[in-house]
């Protein structure tokens, strides 16, 4: 029975806690996951081989065909390349296991990181829409201030005809 994605995840989370670790650089995340997809459980060939394995190197019961020694070495043979051959094999999807977990593991953190990232940005977000409503109010407050100052185009000319001001030396000049 092949499990879903989401019964693995669940199965995983149940298995074992999850201590946040620092979220991975997105790049790094993208690499292992393209690695993932070059791994052994996804080696058509190799599985194709243990597929076409002849049943006398799965059975038992089919030993007793053997009548001579060429047949059983023969058999000898390919039994210990076919051992070889699945040695290898459990061991690459041994690691891959163990990078799976790794990557499931670095896909926790990073969405832990962007979930923590997105709440700051909103809050800054919230910080700077409550400023842009300040300055708004302070900009309407302004422009009706602005509005209520007296036209100064329409008051008289005060500096058109006044005599310029004393000197520093004529102010305070000794003469008497």
Known sequence: ????????????????????????????????LRDLEHSASSDAAVREKIAKLPPEVQDVS???????????????ALVNDAVSMLTD?????????????????????????????????EKKLEEYKQKLNKVTT????????????????????VTGGLPPLPSAGDLFSIDT
Do not use: F, W
């Open 138 to 157: 302070v900009r309407k407050e302004l422009k009706s201030h602005i509005q209520k100052l007296p036209d100064l185009t329409l008051l008289p000319d």
């Open 62 to 76: 089919l030993l007793e065909r053997i009548k001579d020694k060429d047949a059983a070495d023969k058999l000898s």
């Open 89 to 121: 094999y459990n061991g690459r999807l041994d690691l891959e296991m163990d990078e799976r977990k790794r990557v499931l593991k670095m896909l926790r953190d990073y969405r832990l990181g962007q979930k923590d990232q997105l709440a700051a940005a």
């Open 1 to 32: 029975m092949q499990k879903t994605m989401q019964e693995l995840l669940k199965e995983l989370n149940e298995e074992e806690p999850h201590i946040p670790g620092e979220m991975p650089e997105t790049e790094v995340l993208v690499q292992c």
